[in-house]
């Protein structure tokens, strides 16, 4: 299955992307209106009344899109002398209420951190490739690769060169992304993922610098500063234009459609869907969600299958597989939190564990883009935690730990609660050469709550 | 006993007849009394739920399958994720906030009213820090809006990859938003005149931050924190959230914390190396902000077969547009040689869902459904292949492409393409 790193980084299924010979519908009069251009000009209503509607959008309204297709800077510019009556809402017709108060200096220094492609925003600082080759491997090579070349599925920050017309493009700093100012600003408020802006400005240079290097674009001596900046021009700088829908695409699809007679054969099915098979399911097989069925009119059997509490024990034939064993895909799901998963932990011990665990799984979240938990959890970026607590160290089957914690585990330790509290105040200094690239949880009440929720994770 | 139009059900029901449980009359007429009717139930002696059981209520058991679902191997990290909005269970336009789709880049952030803070600074006249309280204080207005993920669709963009709207659709939701006018808070602090863009970012860990032309940010753009009648849930930006009518989803920023006023477009991630469309010729579009006009057929559909067997059958399906209202939606039944315009049931409102049924008299013959919106601009819903014969096969985003359902004459439901 070709998982895709961040969500919609997309979705390839090998191999049925074929050009498909699916028949355009034929439009019955072409070409009517394919001559008109995209207006630009906003329709009259908008000024006529100071606080109009939201929405009252009228009718062919154009987007501001529209106006952009030719002229390269900015969709504001072309209506700025528009006729009379099409005039935008101007901020001169709103009489200000005198609300809010004096954003401070120091305020918009600390939100304020966009960095724009001119270089606007940017810090004083430099970081060369070296130490940004060492922060990137304690910092982001857990998912990215030591090369930035990618973990699982997790984004590739490197390489793919040439790769935009494949089948299969890789979409990299190098190859895709058009601004370096791009690079420095999301790396600095966004990651590490899951430890957003705890980067220091000279760090972000470095990774910066890093990343230059990995993709090819400077040297490895390269240091990277607030001077020389915008002096990198990105490869793919020249690879991005203006949304052109409105001259390329609208004219196409405005003529009035076909209504009879509009196929010359009967339709052939080219591609199905149940010939991939990755629909999630429910336990009977169908795809999940489907709806119950409501014609078996039998008390308490128009339930979904798929859903535990919902049936009761004099159930049909269609219910109980489902009973014992909710999809995988049910733990993942946002439901509206049935009682059982709350209820087991909180039942074990009195409030006061109750809330310490509830913290802890709070706390987890920092762990949870690598450590997968509960029924059906597999080792990601690092291995399942599932009855972590009290275990073997180094233990998970199928997992490729470090040589030092391997040894370790060899050695008959064991992760009892001395243990985990050490490792996850500084996991470096208490495992050697691990390969967590996690900093460490500092606040002893986070590592006891956490400690807490662990402990109430069955083992495999 | 009565007659079962779905024979095949009876199986099922062997066991259940001795408790008393009995099948529905059909249209064929009842040849034993329905227990349901001549039996006492429990529910018609006994009393049910006090007030105040359930404070704040949630849907009743028997409808605890209509749940936002994910597709695991789509991301390798729910808080980076996205869910799905069961469209195919969903009458109506209004998207209950409990089961509206979400997208997450670093989770959903529990901010307090108490906490909320409000900047706008840049190319402005004043910077300024509003706090919940002071966006009370500002005139309200309500619109309702659809907020479509640009991604909508995108799994399909290939050929038919899942099974159900839900999942090949349903990166959408359409709620009636509460709140103030973008326009009505810039105007406190003012733009300077080289000012032509705002960016708008939100409080969360991944701070996702946009760009907007500021003709559309002035225009229809709301900072909202009711969404049908309530506060804003959790997931869709408690306290407050941006609506941007129309355009894609990523733009519509929750936990918005700050408006920035720019005379360019910051160019983050969210508007370069994502969300841009890349091209046959290995160049890219972008500020491909309009959701183009759209619709799918929600019921019949593979999550949604038909049961009921060959006679009356209700076809519905929702349409939408982001450059006005839907002025039609065809539907065809077989495969797009003869199509007939449905209802538009309800009010059609500009930029937001609108609700179709076609009914027809089905004989039971397997059917290849579609719909096709047509918007006041006069533009109609393209075929996916119309779009791919442009875009290619790496365009991923803003998949508005016709979608063909195979009905069987068994009633169940396929995603699939035709030629």
Known sequence: MSKSPEFP?????????????????????????????????????????????PAPAPAPAPEPAAAVAEAEPAPAAPTAEPAAAATPVSLADITPLGLGRPALPEEIEAWDVAVLPDGTGLPVGSGDVETGNEVFGEKCAACHGDFAEGIDSWPVLAGGAGSLTDPRPVKTIGSYWPYLSTVFDYVHRSMPFGEAQTLSVDETYAITAFLLYSNGIVEDDFVLSNENFTSIVMPNAEGFYVDDRPVTEYPLFSGEPCMENCRTAAPQVTKRAVDLNVTPLDPDGKPAGTLPVITLAATGTATDPATPEAAPATETATAPEATAEPAPVELAEA????????????????????????????????????????????????????????????RVEGFAYSASLADMGAKGGVWDAAALQAFLENPKGYVKGTKMSFAGLKKPEERDAVIAYLGTLKGP | MTDEPVTSRRAFLAGTAAAGAGLAASAAGAQ????????????????????????????????????????????????????????????????????????????????????????????????????FDDLLRFPRQITTAFCECAANGGMEWGGAQLEGCQFTQGMIHNMEYTGV??????????????????YVEGADASSNGRSIPL??????????????????????????????????????????RRIAVYDQAVESREETSKYTDLMPDGRARKWTWVMDAKSVITSPSPQAPIRHGKGPL??????????????????????????????????????????FHHDMVWDGSEMFIMSRAVDETGYVQPTKQALREIRGLNNVYHNNGIQVWWVRADGEVENVEIA
Not at chain 2, 82 to 103: D, K, S, V, W, Y
Not at chain 2, 182 to 198: C, M, N, Y
Not at chain 2, 220 to 242: C, I, Q, S, T
């Open chain 1, 9 to 53: 980084t997309i979705l390839a299924v090998t191999g049925w992307a074929t050009a498909a010979t699916v028949a355009a519908f034929v439009f019955a009069s072409t070409g009517q209106k394919a001559a008109e251009p995209a207006p630009v000009v906003k329709p009259a209503e908008t000024a006529a009344a100071p606080a109009p509607e």
């Open chain 2, 181 to 198: 006018m973008l326009r009505d808070l810039q105007a406190e602090a003012g733009v300077k005149p080289e000012g032509k863009w705002i």
């Open chain 2, 314 to 355: 209700v076809i519905t399906g929702l349409a939408w547009s982001g450059h006005g209202k839907i002025t039609r939606v065809d539907v065809s039944v077989d495969g797009g040689n003869t199509w007939t315009p449905a209802r538009l049931t309800g009010d059609v409102k500009s930029k937001a869902l609108t609700r």
């Open chain 2, 215 to 256: 003709e559309k940010a002035l225009d229809d753009v709301m900072v909202a924190f009711f969404a049908n009648g309530e506060a804003l849930r959790k997931e869709h930006g408690y306290p407050v959230r941006l609506v941007v009518p129309g355009w894609e989803g990523n733009m519509w920023v929750k936990w918005l």
């Open chain 2, 32 to 131: 034993t009394p329905d227990p349901l009717i001549t039996e006492v139930q429990e529910w018609a002696s006994v009393f049910g739920d006090p007030v105040d059981a359930t404070p704040y209520g949630m849907p009743i058991e028997f409808e605890s399958h209509v749940v936002r679902r994910n597709v695991e191997w789509l991301t390798e990290s729910t808080a980076s994720s996205i869910n799905f909005t069961p469209i195919h269970a969903l009458e109506g336009t209004i998207t209950p906030q409990g089961c509206a789709f979400e997208r997450h880049h670093s989770g959903a952030i529990s901010l307090s009213k108490q906490d909320y803070r409000l900047m706008i600074n840049g190319l402005v006249e004043r910077p300024l820090v509003f706090t």
């Open chain 1, 335 to 394: 439901t509206p939190a049935p009682a059982e998963p709350v209820a087991e932990p909180v039942a074990t011990g009195d409030a006061g564990d109750a809330a310490l665990i509830a913290e802890g799984e709070k706390v987890f979240r920092k762990c949870a883009s690598c450590h997968k938990v509960g029924e059906g959890a597999k080792n990601g970026v690092g291995p399942v935690l599932n009855g972590i607590v009290g275990a073997p160290m180094a």
